[in-house]
């Protein structure tokens, strides 16, 4: 994704020569063996924080006051009598919340959610006066204010696995200024864990080749579409699989209570409790699946289209359909992926698939897709899209009168330009144009593009700036912007990565390369880099990035492309073009790291380029 306004860089560490002067080699001392890996302990699934509801008096809590925990008039509990009401005075004001847990050991999931209700007498829609933080020992999880005000109660998901066989403080504090009070409500507070009682003991990635047939209809506009949807995946991993977890991303634009995406009459397991603000739902397999075993679940799919130009939304007439399709998380080492949804850019963290979906629609709606599409006849004034996709992480559509323009670029792509009312003729063209200049580019420089056609649904109300998906993209009239999406094809969709702890392997990778295409050098880059605290890092997963968003597209995107490039300067353009043409076939289809990448570069320099990662900060 390309946030917009893309924010101007600023930057500097060091100049690249006083960076080549502490490169200098150095002799390493032999490294010592590696200690035995622990042995998991078992998991014991649990709901750890007690009376989090506070329905049961105010144990254990501790508060700073005794109005904190209350059933005063005023605000109203989301379940039962009685909830914590922070702050609300209208004067310089601080009330805090706390309370010690135990997050058992050995539980692949470690999930916090609570109900957040804020309502405020401030009338700005800029500044946040009064705020409250949620903490997990000294780990900041969100801050919010009067800017987050609502008419109701809003369900936030945290996933906090990291703290497994660790008792820390759960706490919220309130901080009100001066004048005009901001209630800060929060109640029906959970932190579940579950999971396999052993977490695979090797780092292979499962359930692996996942297989997905999936036949829709939709409604007359494209904004409702019901159907069924199967899923057929082996377990790669030496551990037994119990279970599996469908990825229902685009709940996060509902609510629990009135899902965009709902799954029912499962078959081939069981269904159990959605989670992580309904966007994980559990399938329990009938019998355990031993290593090389294949396994199908299958499920009816409805997908309700909400309003707004998002990536999952229609704006008027035109339904774009990102993340709609339910996907399975994915399980390595670490256990099961469960994060939770961030709009500030992607949690997505899925394997390469195949997919085989079948569209039945109205023939006055064009559906651009993931894939090679082929339309054939249906009932009277229908048409059925028929989209297959191999090796892709997700699958994506779109449905509406759009307007579509094609071409075929230079070493053999074909491409598509579709268009919502109101992009012009000559704009559209100009997209086709920087497509067909983009995909060459980018193939040049990392491989051929292996998805066939491309297709970019062009929209100005996109208030995302553009969003990536394999073989399809959406994207505002931009030349840039355009050219970061297509080169997302290769770093997120062919070379893969956990999108929600590892940001900056899609995006500053695809910044880079996006600079690489427009014949951008990255010269002053660093000119005049301010970071904002000793913990901001290149490397920081999506959970910092929430909690810190503003600071998100500059470090991310702008420090992290300018560290590419200080890169390139150390290495040389011929061996950084060398290393990234490699690093990309090494992981095609798979999945990269961040400790893969600091290893293949380090292979190609005779250069010890610790002090590089330490002043760029990339950690991993």
Not at 231 to 243: C, G, H, P, R, Y
């Amino acid at each position: 994704m390309r946030p917009t306004p893309h924010k101007a860089l600023a930057a500097s560490v060091l100049s690249v020569a006083a960076l080549a002067a502490a490169l200098l080699p150095v002799t390493q001392a032999a490294a010592a063996p590696p200690a035995a890996a622990p042995v998991a302990a078992a998991c014991t699934p649990a709901q750890v924080v007690t009376n989090g509801g506070f329905e049961n008096g105010t144990s254990p809590w501790s508060q700073s006051s005794t109005s904190v925990i209350t059933n005063r008039a005023g605000e109203t509990a989301h379940g039962g009598t009685t909830f914590a009401w922070l702050n609300g005075v209208g004067s310089t004001h601080t009330d805090t919340l706390s309370q010690s847990v135990t997050i058992p050991s050995g539980c692949s999931s470690a999930t916090l959610t609570f109900w957040l209700h804020v309502d405020t007498a401030e009338t700005t829609s800029s500044t946040a006066y009064d705020k409250l933080t949620a903490k997990i020992g000294s780990t900041t999880l969100a801050t919010y204010s009067n800017l987050d005000k609502n008419t109701g109660y809003v369900q936030k998901s945290f996933d906090v696995s990291a703290f497994a066989g660790q008792t820390v403080s759960l706490a919220f504090t309130g901080i009100e200024d001066s004048s005009l009070q901001t209630s800060f409500v929060v109640d029906d507070i959970a932190l579940d864990t579950s999971g396999d009682t052993a977490p695979p003991a090797d780092s292979t990635r499962t359930p692996a080749a996942p297989s997905y047939t999936v036949s829709l209809s939709s409604n007359t506009s494209g904004t409702v579409w019901t159907g069924h949807e199967s899923a057929t995946f082996t377990n790669a991993s030496s551990t037994a699989l119990s279970e599996v977890y469908l990825r229902l991303w685009d709940n996060y634009h509902g609510t629990c209570s009135a899902m965009p995406i709902s799954v029912t009459n499962v078959t081939g397991g069981t269904a159990g409790a959605l989670s992580v603000g309904c966007t994980a739902l559990q399938i329990a397999l009938p019998t355990p699946l031993t290593q090389g075993q294949t396994a199908t679940i299958g499920f009816d799919l409805g997908i309700t289209v909400p309003s707004g130009a998002d990536r999952f939304g229609y704006d008027g007439a035109f339904s774009m359909i990102g993340n709609a399709l339910p996907v399975l998380a994915v399980k390595d080492g670490a256990g099961w992926h469960l994060d939770p949804y961030t709009n500030n850019g992607e949690s997505f963290y899925s394997l390469a698939a195949d997919f085989k979906v079948t569209l039945d629609h109205p023939t006055t709606l064009l559906v651009p897709a993931t894939g090679a599409s082929a339309d054939t006849p249906g009932s009277s004034g229908r048409t059925i899209t028929t989209a297959t996709a191999s090796k892709v992480r997700d699958f994506a559509w779109a449905a509406g009168p759009f307007t579509k323009i094609s071409g075929t670029s230079t070493a053999g792509t074909p491409i598509n330009i579709y268009s919502v009312s109101g992009i012009s003729s000559s704009d559209a063209q100009s997209m086709l144009t920087t497509a067909k200049s983009a995909v060459d580019a980018h193939a040049a420089r990392f491989g051929a593009y292996p998805y066939g056609e491309l297709d970019a649904v062009i929209d100005n109300n996109f208030w995302f700036g553009g969003m990536e998906y394999p073989g399809f993209v959406l994207d505002l009239v931009s030349t840039t912007a355009l050219t970061h999406e297509i080169g997302h094809q290769w770093f997120y969709g062919i070379v893969g990565d956990d999108e929600y702890n590892s940001p900056w392997l899609d995006e500053a990778f695809t910044d880079y390369a996006t600079d690489l295409a427009l014949n951008k050098t990255g010269t002053n880059c660093w000119n005049s880099v301010s970071w904002a605290s000793s913990d901001e890092k290149i490397t920081n997963s999506m959970a910092y990035w929430d909690a810190h968003s503003s600071r998100y597209s500059t470090v991310v995107y702008g420090y992290g492309k300018c560290a590419l490039h200080d890169l390139r300067r150390v290495l040389g353009d011929t061996v950084m073009a060398k290393l990234l043409k490699d690093y990309a076939t090494s992981h095609w289809y798979g999945v990269s790291t961040t400790a893969e990448f600091k290893a293949a570069a380090q292979a190609a320099t005779t250069t010890d380029l610790t002090s590089f990662w330490t002043q760029h900060r990339i950690d991993g």
